[in-house]
């Protein structure tokens, strides 16, 4: 793509920074520069060093060389719009607006002086048509994440910091984002767009630039890349996606268990939604948010409300009143927001993997230190993760590891059915490559796996199975590779079976 760049001098640069933690060198003479009327894709794994240097840039941390130099003297004019929402959800769009340029200094605020700069900035944002008095928590998530960049646009910063403001969309409310984000560089705005789906790096950005272990490894225009050469730059090495292979020759054993979910149905999300998978199988469901197949999903692990219908794990009913019923009768869930429903971020690993298995660890109510450290070394060493690092703060690990520690905690209730909700949101290409040769394995065990996922290409390399889902109900349900990706986009998204 090809848009006309709003003059020749940068809005910022990033000049020869650089910055270490204890002993760690984060980033090493990294320089960059950001222009206005361009979408400019920052790239790289979870721990290459662009959320380090991002967060240098909104003033979070300071660097220990280098310097950012700004369009104005003295101004560097960004927003930085991080991937887990600031807005308060209790409160009022007008009061989450004014909060961007709040000052302390005066006692009282004039809202109807305010109202023309919010309405402005709301407009720019694809929001002009908003209640100001509604509160945040009634609006949907992608009008969520436009009102933060209404936020930036409101505190007049010239450079929007986008972190995968995509992640938790559906394709729909993705394309409205980017409709988004093409009229800001058309109106001379410079967007750092930082996202791990590099579908839509190709049809957005303008511009590349790509990390690696806190370095620049590579930067230029789009048009200069492929794909696989921005993977094979981001890994350090050629990476090859690999399609799920179909399990065949169970054991006997395996065949015998299977789940069976007949007529569910919950007020107003799904209605008569049937289906069964088997122990060695990974189910995909597909669907835009509000579908419904996010909300079956959560209903399986106890945390939506059914009105009717029950599932079996073989003859055995499983209850789906509570989170707590629905594992005591074997099905473990990994959320799709790890920081609220995932894990602990103060805790260390050990503590995360042991909290959903307590009986396992414990004797009369009394935790053992040394069977939670035998627990916690099992379980991470089965997802890949470095078992020395077992007493870690979780908040201190990258996106990729907290998902890990988050299927660990999962497995580690010893579960006759996992059920997983985006599974790989926010995580790095190598990291999910990891994330699934775990799921995966478990598929060759006595497990049921049912994944819940809004990434097409997520469906290809982890489902044996997909079940594609519109208004509440099931359209199709097949083998993965016998459906295209046309036929499953028109599924989601006009309810058109094949």
Known sequence: MSRTVVGDAPLMRVVGVSKTFGGTKALQNVSMAFHGGEVHALLGENGAGKSTLMKIIAGVHSADEGELIGSRAGEL??????????????????????????????LFVNHKALEPGLRSALDAAGLGDLDLDMPVEALPLAQRQLLEIARGLYADAKVLILDEPTATLSDVEIERVHSVVRSLVRQGHGIVYITHRLGEVFTLADRITIMRSGEVVASGLTSRFTMDEVVTMML???????????????????????????GLAAAHQFSDVSFSVRAGEVLTVFGQIGSGADQVIRALAGLAHVSSGSVHIDLDRVHLNSRPASQADGVAYVSADRTVEGVFLDYPVSG????????????????????????????????????????????????GNQQKIAIARA?????????????????????????????RSLAHQNVAVIVYSSDIVELRELGDRVITMFRGGIVGDRPTRSVDDAQLLSEILHGVAA
Request: net charge neutral; proline share 5%; hydrophobic share 40%.
């Open 77 to 106: 004019d960004v927003a930085m719009v991080f991937q887990e929402l600031s807005v308060v959800p209790e409160m009022s769009v007008r009061e989450n607006m004014e909060m961007s340029r709040f000052d302390n200094r005066r």
């Open 236 to 262: 350090g090495h050629e990476h090859t996606a690999e399609a799920a292979e179909p399990v065949e020759g169970l054991p006997p054993e395996l065949e015998r268990r299977q789940v069976t979910v007949t």
């Open 352 to 399: 995360n993997i042991s909290s959903g298995a307590l009986e396992r660890i414990s004797t009369r109510g009394l935790l053992s230190a040394r069977r939670e450290r035998t627990l916690a070394k099992q379980y991470s060493t089965l997802v890949a993760f470095d078992a020395k690092r077992i007493n870690t703060p979780v908040g201190a690990l990258s996106g």
């Open 411 to 439: 497995l580690a209730t010893s579960p006759k059915v996992l059920v997983l909700n985006e599974p790989t949101r926010g995580v790095d290409i190598g990291a999910r490559a990891e994330i699934y040769k775990v799921i």
